[in-house]
Each structure stands twice: as structure tokens, then as C-alpha cells.
């Protein structure tokens, strides 16, 4: 019997714990919900952590949210969606969102791209020694859009992502955790040409038809990992609907056909360990994959 005990219990997956790094309520469900609810459901320990409370986001028609209220119904979006797609623990740091690039509130005191790196990074490291992940994903280092909030991320997660198993890190009381695999969540660039041509066939002045594909999501050669996240799609719409303040991504995609490439494939840069000599491409198809879990 003792056979068959191991062997489901590696079947559920309940030993994989996950985390996802990102920098505003919606970004870990519009980004790479799916992937969050794939695992969720296969029985891992999904944890999110986030590093602002969306205050100077865009508020959507359908919302009674006003800019006094926005940051705290945006709190309550973030906790509410991740029950939706079966989140462990959804975190968030408090940091004030720093708004789009070059926009005033960049400059505000207490923009999170002004909080020095260290004290983000010593967040995440805390964050990283208390949940004890095995596999870690963030923003690729463009932030998906160029976003200044989602590059801060990226950069911290990375450094917290070496300095969490580090002894000798002494930014943190807790106990060292040594992660065994970061990822970028990416989105493919010849998918962003396709929507970003679309935009702008629909609306040539809208302010998506104005923005350069060339510089959105990552090139599709730097990609090492696809997963198959279809089966998730209907979930995925719902947790994207608790986020009543903001536009739905759903609602601007051009066609069913990039609509079905958003819901059924999640793409990632494998980071740690990085990918040996003579491998490239897609040479994975699960986060998890090699770690015997
Ligand atoms: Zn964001």
C-alpha cells in the first residue's frame, strides 16, 4: 500500500509552492492567471505577492470606485480574485502605486519606484523565507509594457529571488530559503504585433495604436517554457471580472483568435537555472519540471 500512497501523493502535487511577484491589484490575474489557477487546482500552494494597492490606476465606467476609494476597493479586488483562482495567501506590500512612465505621480515621495532596492528587496526576501516556494515568477525586465512599477519588480524579485537562500543576507531575520527556479512571465512579441495591429486597424488614435509593439512583451526566441492553460480559461474569466475597477483585457481583445491565444497559452523565461549550453527555445512545458515534485 505504502507504493501507492507515494505515488498518489506525488499526483496531487501538494509539496509544489509557487509564488508570483508583481506590482498592482490585476497584474496577477490579467498577466498570468491562468498559470496561478493551473496550479492552484493540480493541488500546489499558489501564493501572490503584490507591491502596491493600484491608487492612481485608471478607473473603469462600470466601477463606483472614485481616486479617494480606488486604492482600498482595489485591495479588496486583489484578495477577492485570488480566492477565485484558489490563491493560498495573496500579500501585498502597501507601496504607493508610481503610476505610467512619466506620468507626475513617479515623483510622489512615496512612488514605489522612489522606495530604495534594498528595502523592496528585504519584502520579497521575507516573503521568499516565510513561504519557502520552490519556483518564483515576476515581469520579464520590461516590465510587459515598459511599466516603471513592473520593472522595480522585476529587479527586486530577482535580487531577493539569490539573496532569500544566501546566509549571509542581512537584510532579513528569518531563516534562509533557497528557491529552486525563477521564471519571467512573458508575452510573446509576434502576439503583441498581431494585437497591437489590430488596435490600432480598429482605433488609429486611441492611445493602444500609439504605443511601439517593438517594445512590448519580450522576443519569442528568449522564451523556455509554454504551458497549456486552456482548461482554465473559464475561471480565468471570472477572476478577471472581480477586477470591476479596471477595463477588462477581454473586452479589448480584437478578435476571438488572439482572445484564444490569451486564454489558452502562458509563456515564460526561464532565469535560474539558466538553460545549458546548446538548449534553446521551448524545452518545458511545466514550471515545476526537473525538481522531482
Ligand atoms: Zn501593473
Given at each position: 500500500m505504502g507504493a501507492?500512497?507515494?505515488?498518489?501523493s506525488k499526483t496531487v502535487n501538494s509539496e509544489r509552492r509557487l509564488l508570483c511577484v508583481v506590482a498592482h491589484p490585476d497584474d496577477e490575474t490579467f498577466g498570468s492567471g491562468s498559470t496561478l489557477i493551473k496550479y492552484a487546482a493540480?493541488?500546489?500552494?499558489?501564493?501572490t505577492s503584490c507591491a502596491?494597492?493600484?491608487?492612481?490606476?485608471?478607473?473603469?465606467?462600470?466601477?463606483?470606485?472614485?481616486?479617494?476609494t480606488l486604492s482600498a476597493v482595489r485591495e479588496q479586488e486583489y484578495y477577492d480574485a485570488g480566492k477565485v483562482m484558489g490563491v493560498k495567501q495573496s500579500i501585498l506590500y502597501g507601496?504607493?502605486?508610481?503610476?505610467?512612465?512619466g506620468s507626475p505621480d513617479n515623483d510622489h515621495p512615496n512612488a514605489y519606484i522612489k522606495v530604495p532596492m534594498d528595502e523592496v528587496v528585504a519584502k520579497v526576501v521575507d516573503t521568499i523565507r516565510e513561504l519557502k516556494p520552490q519556483v518564483v515568477f515576476t515581469?520579464?525586465?520590461?516590465g510587459g509594457y515598459g511599466h516603471p512599477d513592473h520593472i522595480h519588480a522585476s529587479e527586486a524579485t530577482k535580487l531577493a529571488y539569490f539573496a532569500a537562500g544566501d546566509p549571509s543576507y542581512e537584510g532579513s531575520t528569518l531563516e534562509?530559503?533557497?528557491?529552486?527556479?525563477?521564471?519571467y512571465h512573458g508575452f510573446p512579441r509576434s502576439m503583441m504585433r498581431k494585437w497591437f495591429a489590430a488596435f490600432a486597424e480598429a482605433d488609429p488614435d486611441s492611445d493602444l495604436a500609439k504605443l511601439d509593439p517593438e517594445e512590448m512583451g519580450v522576443p519569442d526566441e528568449t522564451?523556455?517554457?509554454e504551458l497549456d492553460i486552456s482548461a482554465h480559461a473559464e475561471t480565468r474569466r471570472k477572476a478577471i471580472e472581480v477586477h470591476q475597477t479596471q477595463y477588462s483585457p477581454l473586452d479589448r481583445m480584437p478578435s476571438p483568435e488572439l482572445e484564444a491565444d490569451f486564454l489558452n497559452t502562458d509563456f515564460f523565461i526561464r532565469v535560474?537555472?539558466?538553460?545549458?549550453?546548446?538548449?534553446?527555445?521551448i524545452v518545458e512545458t511545466d514550471l515545476f519540471e526537473g525538481l522531482g515534485i
Open positions: 501507492f500512497v507515494a505515488s498518489d493540480e493541488g500546489a500552494s499558489v501564493f502596491t494597492r493600484g491608487d492612481v490606476g485608471e478607473i473603469a465606467d462600470r466601477s463606483d470606485a472614485t481616486p479617494e507601496f504607493r502605486d508610481s503610476g505610467m512612465a515581469f520579464d525586465e520590461g534562509p530559503w533557497k528557491p529552486s527556479k525563477l521564471y522564451l523556455t517554457t535560474d537555472p539558466p538553460l545549458a549550453d546548446g538548449e534553446s527555445g
